[in-house]
C-alpha cells in the first residue's frame, strides 16, 4: 500500500540554524500539508499546499518557515533559523483528488532544538 | 475559528468490553467533516472513521463507530469489543468543506486527545 514517507526520523540541530525536513507524498496526491506537535499536546496545523501554492497557512507559519515541492515527488519544511520552541513531532499529510478530505499522515520527523 | 473539545484526557477499559470517547466542536460552518485519527506510541497518525455532515447516518468501520449529534455538536466514538492494539491516543479533528480541484480538502483542526488504554 502507498505510503507517505518522511526524513530523516529525527534531527537534532542547534538553535539558530536552518532545517529541511522532507516529505514524499503519495504519487497521485494532489493536497500536502505540514503539522507539527509538541510533546504532550494536540496536533496543529501548519500549512496546506496545493497547485504549487501555499493554500492556507496557521499563525505559527511565520516568516522563519517555507514550504517547496521542487521536483514534484517531494515536499519540504524549511526553518530558517531555529528556536528552542521549534522542537516537535513534524508530520507531513497528503490527500488525493477523489477524497481529498482523507489525508494519510507520515511517520513524522522529530525535530530537537538544543 | 472552528475549535475542537476532547473532555477526557485519559480512558481505560478492559479487553472485550465497550468504551465511548467523547469530543465536541464549536462551528459556523454547515458543511463539513469529522474524524476520529489514531495515535499509537509510534505516533504515527492513523485515520480510524470519518463523518461528512449532511450525512445522518453515523459512520461504521468493524469495531468502531460514531455518535453525531450536529444540532449538539456532538461526535463521539464508540469502540466495540476493544483489543490491546487499540491502546493509543485518539485525537478527534474538524475539516471545513473547501471545494478545489474536484474534491474537498482543507486542514484538520484537533482535539486535545484521549489516552486510551486497554487492559488485559
Known amino acids: 500500500e502507498p505510503e507517505v514517507t518522511q526524513t530523516p526520523s529525527h534531527q537534532v540541530t542547534q538553535m539558530g540554524q536552518e532545517v529541511i525536513l522532507r516529505c514524499v507524498p503519495i504519487s497521485n496526491h494532489l493536497y500536502f500539508y ?9 496536533v496543529e496545523f501548519l500549512v496546506s499546499f496545493y497547485n504549487n501554492e501555499i493554500s492556507e497557512k496557521s499563525e505559527i507559519f511565520d516568516d522563519q518557515f517555507s514550504v517547496e515541492r521542487p521536483d514534484g515527488s517531494n515536499f519540504t519544511l524549511k526553518i530558517r533559523s531555529t528556536k528552542l520552541e521549534d522542537s ?13 478530505y482523507e489525508q494519510y499522515f507520515g511517520p513524522g520527523t522529530r525535530l530537537t532544538v538544543t | 475559528a472552528q475549535t475542537v473539545t476532547q473532555s477526557q484526557p485519559e ?65 463521539s466514538l464508540k469502540i466495540s469489543d476493544s483489543q490491546l492494539g ?17 474534491t474537498s480538502y482543507g486542514k484538520l483542526t484537533f482535539g486535545q486527545g484521549t489516552i486510551l488504554t486497554v487492559h488485559p
Open chain 1, 34 to 42: 505540514w503539522y507539527r506537535q509538541i510533546l504532550g499536546q494536540k
Open chain 1, 88 to 100: 516537535a513531532m513534524y508530520f507531513c499529510a497528503s490527500s488525493d483528488w477523489t477524497s481529498g
Open chain 2, 11 to 75: 480512558m481505560s477499559v478492559q479487553e472485550a468490553e465497550t468504551v465511548t470517547l467523547s469530543c465536541t466542536y464549536d462551528t459556523s460552518e454547515s458543511n463539513y467533516y469529522l474524524f476520529w485519527y489514531k495515535q499509537p506510541p509510534s505516533r504515527q497518525m492513523i485515520l480510524v472513521i470519518r463523518q461528512e455532515a449532511y450525512k445522518q447516518q453515523n459512520a461504521t468501520e468493524n469495531r468502531f463507530s460514531v455518535n453525531f449529534q450536529k444540532a449538539a455538536k456532538s461526535f
Open chain 2, 86 to 102: 487499540d491502546t493509543a491516543m485518539y485525537f478527534c479533528a474538524f475539516m471545513k468543506h473547501t471545494y478545489a480541484g474536484g
